[in-house]
């Protein structure tokens, strides 16, 4: 069974960091590129980051560059975001999901998803 489950969310004032984790089975992990994706209230999902399953390569959208990192430990089946300099903007509940292969093509390749984590960035 595909599972995914996010962890790590919280609140945290403007300028300050989190790091989130997600927990993956096997099925929905090996050989799959990892994205990250959040939601913010009124607004649609939007992707924020991804990364390829074995070159390691990574992908970021334009606004969190320079601030956001993912990452991937594939012995533990686990994908982390570090987010630094925050900003109330980011306010969003973020979800992990699992592509349907080792490449990041376009943000609608995701065919698993955890239930989400939320970020509560204050000002």
């Known amino acids: 069974q595909a599972q995914l489950e996010e962890s790590g969310g919280g609140l945290v004032q403007a300028g300050g960091s989190l790091r989130l984790s997600c927990a993956a089975s096997?099925?929905?992990?090996?050989?799959?590129?990892m994205g990250w994706f959040r939601q913010a209230p009124g607004k649609e999902r939007e992707f924020v980051a991804a990364i390829n399953w074995s070159d390691n390569k990574t992908y970021y959208k334009d606004s969190v560059k320079g601030r956001f990192t993912t990452a991937r430990d594939n012995a533990k089946h686990t994908v982390y975001l570090q987010m630094n300099s925050l900003k109330p903007e980011d306010t969003a509940v973020y979800y992990c999901?699992?592509?349907?292969?080792?490449?990041?093509?376009?943000?609608?390749?995701?065919?698993?998803w955890g239930q989400g984590t939320q970020v509560t960035v204050s000002s």
């Open positions: 096997e099925r929905a992990f090996n050989n799959r590129a």
């Open positions: 999901a699992a592509a349907s292969g080792p490449y990041h093509y376009t943000e609608y390749d995701y065919d698993y």
